[in-house]
């Protein structure tokens, strides 16, 4: 304990170990039940719901889909995933800034089984927090958006390192903002060596396409490993 | 302690509290010294060191203007802040993604005496975590983007909640987007009945004037007071 009567550093060794407890059972529980889990994350307006939707036309062709859609208390973007078809399940997080994995294995074990192949949970919006929480995932899955600016990778480091997967979205927008592509790349190149960068917009769906096909090759593979682990 | 070896709300009543008592610090050495404290907090990219830059443009004709830079672990803010001659302190929040009021306290003291009579601390760009922080302010002021969407308020209630002033930024980029402002100022109004609202472009100055100037007022109000206060 510290002289201010505080020692956040053991709480937080505290918060984090019961994380990886949780972390664990969400990844035993995927396997399990043959489930490929997608953590998505970005600031608020980057364009997460956006993504989702597109992300769900594409892939629910080949596979079950379904969402946990993580909100402080709001439930629109719930609705507006629902519209297009896939299973939600809708979690407040109340005052919490971001998902732990303690809530991602309540959100699980809310669907009904079969589980959906594919789950997305779209993490309550913000570059920071969640970034700090391993939820358990099989990818985890980031969004920059272009007007958020280029130089977001030197100011909020960690979730350029940690995530997997990273969109460059509304490149649509690109004309009236000063954003340099190469620039922002290389320095997310810098933090994570290998990070996979696509440049889509969700709304005109450029680069969409190849995007989710990319990510459906990777749901399968996932997928088969998975089957073959379970003895299925 | 709940079943899991944890209980969360104490620790946060404990934070909550300590928060407090530094609070009430930082009011006492801001009256004292006779300074106006602004809380900037937004998204990342909504536009907080554009709209800073233009402020300091602003005020600095009529009072010294200082700046309080929290970042995680960069400084490019603060260079280009130091550009437009503002006193600047860079503060480095390491893991955290909110400024609180110790760490507030902290950045003043190291500010040499006289202290500049208005001081603006940027926050780290967050629109989730800063806003359950009283970092004893004089004023709370955010900022919601155009390409971030109209339906931020409904999904981030408390910033909108305890603000007291709001910009909405990028103007200029209406076009490109679908913002609708009514819908938008009429949610933030149903939160927070008293939040003043400007529409403004820090890259195109459209609003700004009308928005500085008014700040201008508030400022030279309050400092009045102060100094009254003070026996001045």
Redesign the interface.
Known sequence: MNK???DIIE?RA??EA?NGRFAALVRELTDREGVFLINLMA???AGKTSVLCRVIDALSERFGVGVMEA????D??ARTVAEHGARVVQLHTG?S?HMDA?MTLKGLESFKKPLPQVIILEN??????PA?FDVGADMRLMIL?V???D??P?????MFTVSDWMLIN?T??AP??DFDFTRCEDNVRTLNPDMVIFRVSAKTCEGIGEFTNRLAEVVSSALSKKRKGAGV
């Open positions: 201010n009567g505080f709480v505290g918060i019961e600031s608020p307006g909100d402080m208390d709001a629109v973007d005052t800034c303690k309550v919006g913000n570059l920071v927090c700090e958006s007007p958020e600016g130089d977001k030197l100011k909020y480091p960690l509304k649509d927008t009236v903002f």
